[in-house]
């Protein structure tokens, strides 16, 4: 799976901002080792506030790092990450229930391990002001409804793959920088994540995973479109 970045604007940093992910300093840091068969977190009980997981992949395939919220919204993700070495992904957590996620191959349902966040820390998102529901097929979106959005508006977007390979749905701003991601899906599973638009202008919604038969990415292939966020 060949990934990064928009092709429609100017290269933007491998570490990816998904809503509550950040590249600030962490408060805190764990560990997580991602193996062939599993996804271990040091620890299950971690502190409120910016979190950095220090990724190690010892699988024997290129692996990536999810964490996610319960409800299996994706809060942010580092891909590409290849055997022996580590990256870490920072993100602001407040007190729940959450979960780390190995795909090693970056394919398939990968491996989980929950862990809960206590204390006071860390910067609550937005509650949704609606849920849009969606179809990622190949390749289009059908049923997406980003109509009547205004700046400040939260949304859920949670899309059901029901293509034959899988998909993403990342959301640019106006100035080409990712405000969220339904991570990676694959056909015949449900992905999520929650969005708030900041500001109005002209946003970009897109799927830069690679097709296999053609090697092309999926924008090329149909996978990406705009639309408006309006002034309150």
């Not at 290269?11 to 300093?25: D, I, K």
């Not at 919204?73 to 979960?99: F, P, W």
């Not at 793959?161 to 899988?166: L, V, Y």
Request: aromatic share 6%; proline share 5%.
């Amino acid at each position: 799976m060949s990934r990064r970045r928009v092709f429609l604007v100017a290269p933007l940093a491998l570490t990816m901002a998904l809503g509550a992910c950040s590249t600030e300093s962490a408060d805190s840091t764990v560990a997580v080792t991602g193996t062939d068969d599993a996804c271990t977190i040091e620890r299950d009980i971690v502190d409120a506030g910016k979190v950095g997981f220090e990724f190690t992949n010892r699988s024997s395939k290129v692996n990536e790092l999810y964490v996610l919220r319960a409800n299996g919204d994706t809060l942010g993700e580092v891909e590409n990450v290849t055997t022996g070495t580590k990256r870490t992904l920072t993100v602001d957590l407040i007190a729940g229930d959450y979960l780390v996620r190995c795909k090693p191959g970056q394919s398939g349902d990968g491996f989980e391990s929950p862990f809960t966040v206590t204390g006071e820390g860390g910067t609550a998102q937005a509650e949704p002001d609606r849920e849009v529901e969606f179809e990622a097929v190949d390749f289009g979106y059908e049923n997406l409804d980003t109509s009547g959005i205004s700046d400040g508006d939260t949304i859920r977007f949670v899309m059901d793959n029901t293509g034959a390979q899988p998909h993403e749905f990342e959301v640019l701003d106006p100035d080409g920088e990712p405000i969220g991601e339904v991570a990676a899906t694959d056909p015949d599973r449900i992905g999520s994540a929650t969005m708030t638009f900041v500001s109005p202008g002209v946003y970009t919604y897109q799927c830069i995973l690679v097709d296999p038969a053609t090697g092309k990415p999926h924008t090329e292939l149909g996978m990406i479109g705009t639309f408006e966020v309006t002034d309150s």
